[in-house]
């Protein structure tokens, strides 16, 4: 409800009761339309921070999904698979590290 909704219908209720009455409940009524009044601004607030919080967030996904795209990508699980069974593949046999000399070969 607006303040301009609730001065309409305070202005019917003092119409209806008439001036005698509505002396006895202008104070209660004041303190409604002031309260209303309050209320009314924090929404207001909140609805602004919101916003503000909305597009930080929206702002800081794309820099998020940026920053993901620049990270390199590394070899796949299948790619490792194979790696390690060609690696268990290979044998070393203990004499195809010695020369015919009985020296250890620099390079295998």
Known sequence: MNSEELE?????????????????????????ITKNNETISTIKNLQADKEKLKSRNDMLIDSNAKLMQ?????PSIDEVKEETKEAENTKID?????????RLKTKL
Request: hydrophobic share 40%.
């Open 70 to 74: 620049q990270i390199p990508r590394g």
């Open 8 to 32: 309409t219908i305070t202005q019917s209720i003092f119409d209806k009761l008439g001036e005698e009455n509505s002396a006895l409940i202008v104070d209660d009524v004041a303190s409604i």
């Open 94 to 102: 203990v004499y195809s590290l010695f020369d015919e000399m009985g």
